[in-house]
């Protein structure tokens, strides 16, 4: 995880007011958390942190792109990313991160990590369903897709007749209503 010490922020030195942070996101980041679904990534994520008197107020803000397959397809393309995630750090006896939009540090921290908070930002903003955009406008050309639609069903004909055994169980309600 030395990989991910440039996201510490150490808080203790840093006056009262505004600060911005930015990072340079790529896949060396997703390889520190084992994360593998992006063939490659480039996102800027910029961090600003509102240090006040008895707490912190951070807004990420992450703008870019992964490359990631298609679902139907498996083309690769690359997915727009752009996600806000507002965090409030306050102060208490312990660690706590139960609540996703409060962290407790304890009284003696001097610094804490983002990038958790950056990770689950930015995987969390793409989406679960993964469509190539020439899939969505028609336009694209290759042989999976091709295969897909020439499998797709093109229209359901329904059946007016109904079977011979129904009908007659169905007169038998009848008689006996009469």
Known sequence: MKDLKKFNIQFVGLKE??????YE???????????????????????????KSTLFELTFTANGYVEVPCDLTNELYKQDVHAVLPLVVNFGQE??????????????????NVSQFIYEMIVLSVPNKRVHPKVLDGTMESEAYNKLKELEIKE????????????????????KKT
């Open 95 to 112: 660690f706590n991160d139960e609540n996703e939009e409060i962290l407790i540090l304890p009284h003696e921290a001097y610094e804490f």
């Open 25 to 51: 996101i790529d896949n060396k980041f997703f390889d520190a958390f084992n994360y593998d679904e992006f063939k490659s990534s480039s996102i800027k994520v910029l961090l600003n942190f509102i240090k």
């Open 156 to 175: 359901i004909k329904t059946v007016e007749e109904t079977d011979p055994r129904w009908d007659k169980l169905k007169n038998l309600i009848t008689e």
């Open 17 to 22: 007011g505004t600060h911005l942070f930015d």
